[in-house]
């Protein structure tokens, strides 16, 4: 039995403007995410300027079995070359979810950027989720950190 037979299976559905497009890939044996593909026209790429947002479709809706969820994430090398990333970053995917899976991309770089047909815009990591039941309580236990955050242990 090879590992990916082992794995859950994640359920995926191309709509018509993916027809031909590859579907999200891990790229290499160890990723922890798998690319997610631009479904944009061939002969028009979307123009994203700077500081501006576009949601772009992947043309796919994923069935994500029942206890994970999908997180949409930038890819580095797009975030360091371009200023390309997720607004919304990590976009979160709910397993209940079967509309078409959309990326949020902003440029918060200075030049004009071309999201053309098939490029790896981001990637999908799917991780384990828990869902807890809210209780309701006068007062909060004790602990040693008390109310104490945002720095109150120092840097050192
Ligand atoms: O980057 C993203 C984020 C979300 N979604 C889809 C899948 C997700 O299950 C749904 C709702 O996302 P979220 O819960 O983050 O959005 P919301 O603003 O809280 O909307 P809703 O009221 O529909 O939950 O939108 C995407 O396709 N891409």
New binding site residues.
């Given amino acids: 039995m090879t590992n990916a037979s082992r794995l859950p299976s994640l359920g995926v559905v191309r709509l018509p403007h993916s027809q031909g497009l590859d579907l999200p890939t891990y790229e290499t044996a160890g990723a922890a995410g798998m690319d997610l593909r631009a479904a944009v026209p061939d002969d028009r790429p979307l123009i994203l300027l700077p500081g501006k947002r576009a949601l772009v479709p992947t043309g796919l809706i994923l069935e994500i079995p029942a206890g994970f969820e999908g997180q949409?994430r930038p890819r580095s090398g797009l975030a360091s070359k371009h200023g390309i990333t997720?607004l919304?970053t990590p976009?979160?995917?709910?397993s209940d979810?079967r509309?078409e899976?959309?990326?949020?991309l902003c440029n918060l770089g200075e030049e004009d950027f071309a999201v053309t047909r098939g490029m790896r815009i981001a990637q999908l990591v799917l991780a384990p989720v828990t869902q807890l039941q809210l209780e309701e309580r006068a007062l909060a236990g004790e602990t040693a950190r008390g109310a104490g955050g945002f720095g109150s242990t120092g840097t050192a």
Wanted: aromatic share 8%.
């Fill in positions: 949409v997720c919304n976009g979160t995917i709910d979810y509309g899976v959309k990326v949020l």
